[in-house]
């Protein structure tokens, strides 16, 4: 246990020997209030027990006791009585013996034979008060040690010889060193040079002076750590006041950090300071309250016109227009709400009074005083605004000139593509009249004059057709036309242009599709068949031997698309690869003699190449000169409604339609009008429609469809868009006009996009193309009536009779049977009809296109290609189209189609002759095409009638077509009665003139409107 806190000191006597103990006891006990209390042990063991339970303040020892013996003695006791001095007792006077009793732990030593009673006594009150006050002076310095180890700072103190006598965890940290051994080294090793030459100096004049260099005046130096680097301190010394030794402690603090902080600081100063002096951008901070001018460089003051100080006791008010401070105000709540404004023009006034424009920015901000205020960006734009308004007006003067330049090549554009009637027609009737002159008997000469003058005006014809056609495209006017067609039709369209013209020139033509390629397409075969047709003749042009290919493979194929690849390959010329650079150039050829020899613009490939881009593809050239070229695109093209047997044999293939719809709608109780100028058309689809149970009731015209509607109540409307009379859209137009509306589908045989709008402006519904698909008809029936769809009647199938051939030139029986849904016999009976149609009707067009009668020869065109298309005649549908279409655009047709037209309607007419009806079909359908033909007669005299009842004007084919019908009725006198009435538009006396006729002949016309 620890010392007692009384005033009477407890001594712990562990003595073996009695009579020793005794004699201690008496001289503690001697003198009465000598304050001591005694406990007596007489062995080692004992010693923890007491010191266990009562306060002892000093121990008495004897080293030679029963259980340990000399100086492990005392070793034992220290260990026991930590903080309790103990004083040794010994019978010898042995000065090495007392020395390790010390070193062992004990306080004192005594030799019982030389301490008399006040010795001890006064020998045991010295040595506890020692001891506890050496006690106080560890526990002090401990404590001042703890505080110096946790001292954030370096502290250090050393003599006045400047060796250091302490050195905390600090400092260790700071300078590199342990603290044992650095103490006692010299204070020098911690400073660099010059300081370390001159401590001494220092320390000399402080003694002897007073002066003061570092002590007690905080400093700023420069430090040298262990590993000899250096850094900056704050340094502050102070004289413990200590003067033997003489001591000072200094407090040491590492500054790097506040350094570098203060060296970035003061270099940003700089840096700011430099930027916002020198900038050419004006720089200002302004009061937040007041808007006065705080601080601000010369780009603000000079171009104002003020001194800086003159300028200083300005604000931003007193140079703003009087018209900006409600806009000045709005930037400072903008400010106040986001601590920033701008961009912000306005105009500064300056000292003369006169004006500049600005551009501001700002932030709001804090001074150093904690006041806010606002820093502002301020740009004299006055030559930016000036060269904005040069460069806007030279804009205005290009984009001027500009617009005079696109306006004028517009124009030429434009010009050439509706100029091609005017520049066509002279040069057809060059062509036609040297025909026509060379068909009359002529001299040798004249012949051969006459040869060379036909020939040369097809050539002229060719390269204005070139021209004419690249000024189309590049005016914009070209439309894409979007329908089926066969891939085999395309092949014998080209087979019957180029075959005849390759063998006169010794070439073999081949012309082959990869059985892969799905034969219905979707897409323009009109214009793909130019590209072809293009590439062909130029591979037949310049190739002197060998052949020209045309090559047709598929790429790649999906459920609704197929990629296809065209390639057209000769063993021509070829071309080197400077020719090939500068080849889809337009206006150019390889080069010039190309042009002396061959002949020809050089638009041709540019056409071609512009027609793929339009179609979604690239036209590329592979050549080498001498060993021919390759011509080759590639195009993406929606697959068309392919026949489900085309995989089988011929020999074991039944004609039967494919992709049969999954159901027919269920429409009775509704009534359909279907407007259809011709007759088989509109039987085709009279078939297909009653299959739905619906109603039909049939119109020629537009004018027919308005008196149908106003007699009877319709659901649905199909209305054929081109039409003699009236027309689809006017007949649209004047059905919405009367408030009427009921679904009005638009049928056409190709419908092109301005088509598509004209038509929906006037009211329609929807589309469908001709020919009619019937699963198509049925759907769009099925949703404009929301009709249910039986599907247990997946369209009623005729089974294939074997009536029609496997295949016929020209004609797509798969989808023609598909048109007429399986009925054979009733397909049969119509191709016998065309047949007839093309004998007494169509032949007349190519004589119509050489004779100029162009209107006479759209309608016929308009109707062949319709009848086509309905009947699957793919080559004479295609043909026609383009016919109708070029002129539709006013352009002339050319001879080369004129006389594939002439070939086509021949191929045809002899196709069609091999078409044997059975006897039982043709004896069922004689008198039915009888009835036929004789209805189709008088199809104009009730045309005829209709406008004369509605007091319309009426067309000079519709009354010649008339006319012609009547011829074996009525003498012709009353005929030319009633073409002179209907001339002089007395419709009132023609119609009563036309109804004795009729009487009288007792004609009976098919229309309700008969007398």
């Given amino acids: 246990m620890s010392a007692s806190t009384s005033s009477r000191l407890h001594v712990l006597l562990v003595e073996d020997e009695l009579a020793e103990a005794e004699l201690i006891r008496r001289y503690l006990s001697r003198q009465p209030g000598s304050g001591f209390v005694l406990t007596r042990v007489s062995t080692l063991a004992e010693i923890?027990?007491?010191?266990?339970?009562?306060?002892?303040?000093?121990?008495?020892?004897?080293?030679?006791?029963?259980?340990?013996?000399?100086?492990?003695?005392?070793?034992?006791?220290?260990?026991?009585?930590?903080?309790?001095?103990?004083i040794v007792l010994t019978g010898n006077d042995d000065l090495d013996v007392a020395m390790q009793a010390l070193e062992a732990g004990a306080q004192e030593y005594l030799v019982k034979s030389e301490v008399g009673p006040e010795q001890l006594i006064r020998f045991l009150h010295q040595v506890v008060s020692r001891y506890r006050l050496e006690s106080r002076l560890e526990d002090s310095n401990r404590r001042m040690q703890t505080l110096l180890n946790?001292?954030?700072?370096?502290?250090?103190?050393?003599?006045?010889?400047?060796?250091?006598?302490?050195?905390?965890?600090?400092?260790?940290?700071?300078?590199?060193?342990?603290?044992e051994e650095i103490i006692g080294d010299n204070l020098r090793c911690l400073m660099p040079e010059p300081y370390s030459s001159q401590h001494d100096d220092y320390m000399r004049r402080y003694e002897e002076t007073g002066e003061r260099r570092v002590i007690g005046i905080g400093r700023e130096v420069t430090a040298l750590r262990r590993d000899?680097?250096?850094?900056?301190?704050?340094?502050?010394?102070?004289?413990?006041?200590?003067?033997?030794?003489?001591?000072?402690?200094?407090?040491?603090?590492?500054?790097?950090?506040?350094?570098?902080?203060?060296?970035?600081?003061?270099?940003?100063?700089?840096?700011?300071?430099?930027?916002?002096?020198?900038?050419p951008v004006g720089i200002a901070m302004n009061n937040y309250a007041t808007g006065e001018f705080l601080e601000f460089n010369a780009a603000v003051n000079e171009p104002a016109?003020?001194?800086?100080?003159?300028?200083?006791?300005?604000?931003?008010?007193?140079?703003?227009?009087?018209?900006?401070?409600?806009?000045?105000?709005?930037?400072?709540?903008?400010?106040?709400?986001?601590?920033?404004?701008?961009?912000?023009?306005?105009?500064?006034?300056?000292r003369d009074g006169s004006r500049y424009p600005v551009l501001l920015h700002g932030f709001k901000a804090t001074d150093a005083e904690g006041q806010p205020v606002i820093w502002s960006i301020v740009q004299d734009i006055s030559e930016l605004k000036a060269a904005k308004s040069a460069t806007r007006e030279r804009e205005e003067s290009l984009d001027l000139a500009r617009q005079e330049a696109e306006r004028a090549n517009q124009a030429k554009s434009e010009f050439l593509a509706n100029m091609s009637h005017e520049i066509r027609?002279?040069?057809?009737?060059?062509?036609?009249?040297?025909?026509?002159?060379?068909?009359?008997?002529?001299?040798?000469?004249?012949?051969?004059?006459?040869?060379?003058?036909?020939d040369a005006s097809k050539m002229l014809l060719c390269i204005i057709n070139d021209v004419l056609d690249y000024s189309k495209i590049d005016a914009g006017k070209l439309e894409l036309e979007q329908s089926s067609f066969h891939v085999d039709a395309l092949l014998d369209q080209m087979r019957m242009l180029f075959e005849a013209t390759a063998k006169e020139q010794g070439l073999e033509l081949r012309l082959y599709v990869n059985p892969e390629v799905p034969r219905r397409?979707?897409?323009?075969?009109?214009?793909?068949?130019?590209?072809?047709?293009?590439?062909?003749?130029?591979?037949?042009?310049?190739t002197d031997s060998g052949s020209a290919t045309l090559e047709i493979a598929l790429v790649e194929r999906d459920e609704e698309m197929a990629t296809l690849d065209f390639s057209v390959i000769d063993t021509g010329i070829g071309m080197t690869p400077d020719d090939k650079e500068r080849l889809f150039e337009t206006f150019t050829q390889a080069d010039t003699s190309t042009t002396r020899k061959y002949g020809g613009t050089?638009?041709?490939?540019?056409?071609?190449?512009?027609l793929v881009e339009t179609m979604g593809g690239s036209l590329e050239v592979a050549s080498e000169l001498g060993q021919g070229s390759r011509?080759?695109?590639?195009?993406?093209?929606?697959?068309?409604?392919?026949?489900?047997?085309?995989?089988?044999?011929?020999?074991?293939?039944?004609?039967?339609?494919?992709?049969?719809?999954?159901?027919?709608?269920?429409?009775?109780?509704?009534?359909?009008?279907?407007?259809?100028?011709?007759?088989?058309?509109?039987?085709?689809a009279q078939r297909i429609l009653e299959k739905t149970g619906a109603e039909v009731v049939l119109a020629e015209n537009g004018v027919l469809a308005l008196k149908r509607i106003e007699k009877q109540v319709f659901d649905l409307v199909l209305m054929d868009l081109q039409m003699p009379v009236m027309d689809g859209f006017e007949a649209t137009a004047k059905i919405r006009e009367s408030g009427f509306e009921f679904p009005i589908i638009a049928l056409s045989a190709a419908v092109m996009q301005d088509e598509k709008e004209r038509s929906r402006k006037a009211g329609v519904d929807d589309h469908l193309a001709k020919p009619i698909d019937n699963d198509v008809l049925y759907r769009v029936l099925g949703h404009w009536l929301s009709a249910d769809v039986d599907e247990s009647v997946p369209a009623t199938k005729q089974e294939p009779a074997g009536l029609l051939p496997d295949r016929l030139a020209g004609f797509d029986l798969d989808q023609g049977m598909r048109y007429f849904d399986g009925a054979e016999d009733f397909y049969l009976s119509m191709l016998v009809r065309f047949h007839k149609r093309i004998t007494t009707e169509f032949e007349a067009l190519p004589e119509l296109l050489k004779a100029g009668e162009r209107e006479a020869a759209r309608q016929l065109a308009h109707s062949l290609k319709g009848l086509s298309g309905t009947l699957a005649a793919v080559t004479l549908q295609t043909l026609s189209g383009r016919i109708e279409e070029t002129l539709h655009a006013g352009e002339e047709v050319d001879e080369v189609d004129r006389q594939t037209l002439i070939r086509a309607l021949a191929e045809a007419k002899d196709a069609l002759r091999k078409v044997h009806v059975t006897s039982k079909s043709d004896e069922n359908y004689q008198d039915q095409d009888q009835d036929q033909d004789q209805d189709q007669d008088l199809v104009a005299i009730n045309q005829l009638r209709d406008c004369l009842v509605g007091s319309e004007f009426v067309e000079d084919p519709t009354l010649q077509s008339a006319l012609s019908q009547l011829q074996n009725i009525v003498d012709a006198g009353r005929l030319e009665t009633l073409q002179e009435l209907v001339e002089q538009m007395e419709n009132e006396s023609a119609l009563a003139h036309l109804d004795a006729i009729i009487k009288e002949g007792e004609i009976k016309l098919p229309s309700t409107t008969s007398p």
């Avoid at 250096?230 to 407090?251: K, S």
């Avoid at 930037?331 to 023009?345: A, V, W």
């Fill in 521 to 542: 397409l979707i897409g323009d075969s009109m214009r793909l068949g130019q590209v072809l047709t293009n590439l062909l003749s130029n591979a037949l042009k310049f």
């Fill in 228 to 279: 000899g680097s250096t850094f900056p301190i704050e340094l502050n010394v102070a004289d413990t006041g200590l003067h033997h030794p003489r001591e000072f402690i200094g407090i040491v603090r590492d500054v790097s950090e506040r350094v570098r902080e203060s060296r970035a600081l003061a270099a940003q100063e700089a840096k700011f300071r430099g930027l916002f002096e020198h900038s």
């Fill in 48 to 86: 923890g027990g007491v010191l266990a339970s009562v306060p002892v303040d000093v121990i008495l020892l004897d080293i030679g006791l029963p259980d340990s013996f000399g100086i492990q003695t005392v070793e034992s006791a220290s260990k026991m009585a930590v903080g309790i001095p103990i």
């Fill in 305 to 350: 016109g003020y001194t800086p100080e003159e300028f200083k006791v300005l604000s931003y008010w007193d140079i703003t227009p009087v018209e900006y401070m409600e806009a000045e105000q709005r930037q400072i709540d903008t400010l106040e709400k986001t601590g920033r404004y701008g961009p912000f023009e306005k105009e500064y006034i300056r």
């Fill in 631 to 684: 011509f080759h695109f590639s195009l993406t093209l929606a697959l068309g409604d392919e026949p489900e047997d085309a995989d089988a044999s011929k020999a074991d293939k039944e004609r039967a339609p494919s992709n049969a719809p999954a159901g027919i709608p269920i429409l009775t109780g509704k009534r359909i009008l279907l407007v259809d100028d011709n007759a088989i058309n509109q039987e085709v």
């Fill in 602 to 610: 050089g638009l041709g490939l540019a056409i071609s190449r512009k």
């Fill in 150 to 179: 946790a001292a954030g700072d370096a502290i250090i103190t050393a003599d006045e010889a400047g060796f250091i006598l302490s050195f905390n965890l600090a400092a260790e940290a700071m300078f590199g060193y342990q603290a």
């Fill in 425 to 454: 027609t002279p040069m057809n009737a060059v062509i036609g009249l040297s025909q026509l002159l060379l068909e009359t008997s002529l001299e040798e000469g004249q012949r051969g004059y006459l040869n060379k003058i036909r």
